[in-house]
């Protein structure tokens, strides 16, 4: 993985040292990513954080209860009759379809012709030229990164309809994740919610939004916390 | 045709929504069986918003974080895996980590972040003790073991996301000692959990 190297092979004791912060979700940058490197293949130390993470978890269990304010219950379900998991499942199936079609896009356009992947969390934009044989305006490609590590690849196509496909690396991120972007104007919009692990690696979904307004692209896990990341 | 004891026997084979596991009320959110949802909120809500409010010190932005944390877990439900923690912690790991992401503009560190833990009132009220399980309990009894500098550094760390190098300018202690500080706290809660666990 790149970025664990400036830390060399980390030993055990080195991991099961760090463990502690890495439980309570505090490590970064390299160091996490060296972390998360020899746990690819140490299964102790892997019980170990496991360990750890569960207890760092459980100290929320300690946290202070508090009334909620009155008509918390009917505005929660009138929000999930709105818009939450139904629209969520609905968006799951959209994007099942849309991977293969960026997929397939892909390899009419960028992969084709070329298209490089470069590092950096920046993205790097496909010639318009290149695009114009699919009536697509503009394709950008950039890492998706989490302090540093790379973690998968992002691929905003602006044409009709405009999309965003990316892949993500399932040895280091695993579960449900959730794709969000900030927009330049400050919201926050989710896209939508896919699996990684196993085979689960790819997923697209098509934009509402002009692709030119997206600021960022974040992916949270389950538990909403940030495992990459990629920005215009 | 059903007899008395054919009613009573049919009761007795659907437990009441409030008598469900956990496990077993997220289950049957995740396939939609009715009435799951209002059970769900009403047996998590004080945690749930308790935790974002403590965290965000807002009503209106902890009410907005406590929905939000809801509508995240029922949209993972059908994916919760119940051997990477219970429901209580995976939801309250929801909710701390939308709270982090609300403040992502940073308030003043607490002055009394450990007040979080309410190592001074271990009963938490009529409603708190029927709920507080015994592994909360026995947690609650570890970390009031841990020396106050070690407690406080691993609250800022577990509650607010705070990661040592932010712990040591704000307490301005060297970068070392903070990385310390949460590295011992956890490793001595591990040890004092494992202890009691074997002792009980």
New interface residues.
Partial sequence: MSGAGHLGRLSCAEVQ?????M??????GIERAAVLEHLEDCGSCRAVV????????????????????AG??S???Q??QEG??AV?RRRRRVAVSLAGLAVAALGATGLALGLAVSGGSGFQVVPASALHQVGGRKMAVAVLSDHGAAVGQAFLYSGSPSWLFMTVDSEVVH??V?CEVETTSGATVVLG?F?VGGSYHAWGSTLAMAPDDIKTIRL?D????PVGSAAF | MVSTGGDVALMRRRPAVDDLSDEALLNGLAVGEAGM??AF??RF???V???A??LVGD?ALA?DV??EA???A????P???SR??SV???L???????AI?ALRLRRAVPTDPES???LEDDA??P??AAV??D??TR??RA?ATLPPDQRRA??L???Y?????EISTSEGIPLGTA?TR??????K??LA?IDQGSGS
């Fill in positions: 040292d760090m463990a502690g912060e439980g309570v979700g505090v490590l970064v496991e360990d750890m993470a569960e207890l760092g978890d459980s100290l929320l269990l300690l946290g202070p209860e508090e009334e909620p304010p918390f219950e505005r929660l379900l929000r999930a939450g998991p969520a579960g449900p959730t919610t699996q949270v389950a538990t909403h916390r | 949802d209002v909120i009403r809500q004080r945690r918003y308790g935790l409010f403590n009503a009410e406590a929905q809801f509508l995240r029922w949209r993972h439900a994916v919760f895996d990477r923690g209580a912690t995976w309250l790991a929801i909710t701390r980590n939308l992401d979080l833990v309410g938490q009220g409603d708190g507080a399980s592994a909360a947690l609650r970390i691993l609250v760390a577990a509650f996301g705070r990661t040592a190098d990385k949460i590295r011992a706290g956890m490793q809660l591990r959990m």
